[in-house]
């Protein structure tokens, strides 16, 4: 069970590079051919710097190019085969653009067990910041994991 | 220039146009876990999702969460979107149609300026709900 001595701690700030490449590929993954994404002229033409990111980009913040929530299950202690991602929520600061290099500070907010009718689970809450090269918050995010015994 | 809903105009109740997919392809899983990073092979490979109870792979919540992304950033100019949440209700396999829908939830003022809240879900072809969510929209001042 994820140790709850650790709430209110969290992992060392991480970097994560805004991949011009790597939007395409979401996008394309998806199917959203919405051209702000991709394509600069548009994007400038409706008022942005470059390309925004589109709302669900920052997921690969915590995937496999960081490890986040890998690093995150091992030092609360918890074991990836029992876990289940249940909320996932965005906070929109700033616009983040391709070549932006975002510092991510995760926090293990909170971590409550629960009892269902289909057993002890535990709710775990973690919160990442994340800030641009210029030294502003550009989005919040906060996960909610649920670790199943 | 792109033309959005106008939510000025919106009242609560009112639904957006919905968005509807065309049926999920393994292919676009593995798309997605190259694209994320989301490397679990429930999402990629048939064996290991039987053996985790499943008929075979399903598909990462946030692609989901991605498709209804998706929506809102054709519904409003990606900038006045504030804030969007949602919660993974159920599984998503290959062959399923998803349709994204939203309603007004309500209409708000604070110091910020104006804000209209939506209900949000993704629905699939027995219009059962895959995740369901809300999104806050910025309308400025004008409303």
Known sequence: MADISKVGTGLPPFIFEVDRVKIKELVHAIGDDNPIFVNKETARAEGYLDTPCPPTFVTLAFQEFTCAYLKAFEELGVSLENVLHGEEEYEYLREIYPGDLLTCGMVFESIVPKQTKSGQMVLITLRTSFTNQKGEEVLRARSLIIERK | ?143
């Open chain 2, 1 to 143: 220039m792109i033309q959005y809903v106008d939510f000025n105009v919106l009242e609560v109740g009112d639904p957006l146009p919905p968005l509807a997919k065309d049926p999920i392809t393994k292919v676009q899983f593995v798309r997605y876990a190259g694209a994320s990073g989301d490397f679990n092979p429930l999402h990629t490979d048939d064996s290991v999702a039987q053996k985790g109870g499943m008929k075979g792979v399903i598909a990462q919540g946030v692609l989901i969460m991605g498709f209804m992304g998706q929506a809102i950033s054709g519904w409003v100019n990606k900038r006045d979107l504030k804030r969007f949440k949602v919660r993974f209700m159920g599984m998503t396999y290959p062959g399923d149609i998803i349709t994204v829908r939203a309603t007004v939830k309500e209409k708000k003022k604070t110091e910020a300026g104006f804000f209209v809240l939506c209900d949000t879900v993704a629905l699939d072809q027995n219009n059962e709900i895959k995740v369901s969510g809300q999104f806050e929209v910025s309308v400025g001042t004008n409303t």
